[in-house]
């Protein structure tokens, strides 16, 4: 298996995902809920799961709880990553996730541990290095307490200075600084975009422009997901629309984005054309709404939705 690049996720603010499912969330009332599963995660930790299952060897870093560790302690040796957690006094938090019949979900995600000063400037003065030991950082999800997005924003461009590619996937501030910092690869949904570009986006073409105008800021790789419209990628070659089959089954679509940027990671560490590598992304996220839990468990159904991807040449 071609593996060139050298590659580590990063999760500041990881949590176990209490995942479980319902007809109905009926508001105010006592809802009974299927439990699903109680899994250590987090986007970042998800990405690396994913890459674990498709045999990718990396690292995985961000912050964790110094008291409730084991059972991410034990993923880690389970997955076969290297655990460079950084960890702090505290437990992780524990967010819950509820998916309705119709394929909604409630998330319900808590703040969790505070980063003090002292941990951040520990925790930056270690990635200052990171240039010896990886070529491509991901640096997915939420911000912990104690961190602020201008803070993040002046980490990632750190990461960037040493020439590392940073593939950042997060929303809200983090996602806007972060955005400033010239991350290699984005990938924000259709809401995100809308956000950043302060306006609707109720065409594919209006989509694009939108991502033109963020690309333009000095990010070389922008794909934007779009729920069952698939997802585009534009970078300085063209720009490809991939749309997965439907899924006829929907368990849950927890970490499907996740699952999604593993794919894409993969497909650049085997060396493939951009096409390729966003129909197997695209396939990989297809596949993660079927199940209850992140991962590849058979890589011959993967294989098969991939097929089924329909790749068209916007450009």
Same mark, same amino acid.
Request: aromatic share 6%; net charge negative.
């Given at each position: ?42 986007k ?20 964790l ?12 040796k ?49 990635? /200052?290095? !990171?240039? #010896?030991?990886?070529? $491509?950082?991901?640096? =997915? %999800?939420?911000?912990? &307490?104690? *961190? ?34 010239h ?23 209006e ?22 419209d698939?997802?585009v ?16 089954n ?10 999604m ?7 650049l560490? /085997?060396? !493939?054309? #951009?096409a390729?590598? $966003?129909?197997?992304? =695209? %396939?990989?996220?297809a &596949?993660? *709404? ?26």
């Amino acid at each position: 298996m071609t593996q060139q690049l050298r590659i580590a996720t990063v999760t500041l603010n990881p949590a176990f995902d209490l995942v479980g499912r319902l007809q109905r969330i009926e508001v105010g009332e006592v809802n009974t809920v299927e439990t699903l599963g109680l899994y250590p995660a987090g986007k970042g930790i998800n990405v690396a799961k994913v890459l674990a299952d498709l045999g990718v060897k990396l690292a995985v870093s961000g912050f964790l709880g110094a008291e409730n560790q084991g059972d991410f302690v034990q993923s880690f040796k389970q997955n076969g990553v290297d655990d460079q957690f950084y960890r702090i006094d505290g437990k992780t938090r524990i967010n819950v996730k509820i998916t309705e019949t119709e394929a909604d979900v409630t998330d319900l995600n808590f703040l969790g541990f505070e980063i003090s000063a002292e941990d951040w400037a520990n925790f930056t003065a270690q990635s /200052q290095q !990171w240039a #010896k030991a990886f070529d $491509l950082v991901v640096v =997915s %999800g939420s911000l912990p &307490l104690g *961190v602020t997005a201008q803070q993040f924003s002046q980490w990632l461009e750190s990461l960037h200075q040493q020439g590392l590619k940073v593939v950042l996937d997060s929303s809200n501030a983090a996602l806007t600084e972060g955005l400033k910092a010239h991350p290699w690869l984005v990938k924000p949904n259709r809401r995100e975009l809308e956000v950043w570009a302060n306006r609707p986006l109720n065409s594919l073409e209006e989509v694009i422009a939108a991502a033109q105008e963020l690309r333009a800021g000095g990010i070389e790789n922008v794909i934007i997901s779009m729920g069952a419209d698939g997802s585009v990628w534009l970078n300085s070659e063209d720009v490809v629309q991939a749309q997965p089959p439907r899924c006829q089954n929907v368990v849950s679509t927890v970490g499907a984005g996740d699952s999604m940027v593993a794919g894409l990671i993969y497909g650049l560490a /085997q060396g !493939w054309d #951009k096409a390729k590598t $966003l129909a197997f992304a =695209s %396939g990989t996220s297809a &596949l993660a *709404v079927s199940q209850n839990n992140v991962g590849i468990s058979d890589r011959n159904a993967l294989d098969e939705i991939v097929a089924q991807v329909k790749l068209t040449q916007l450009s």
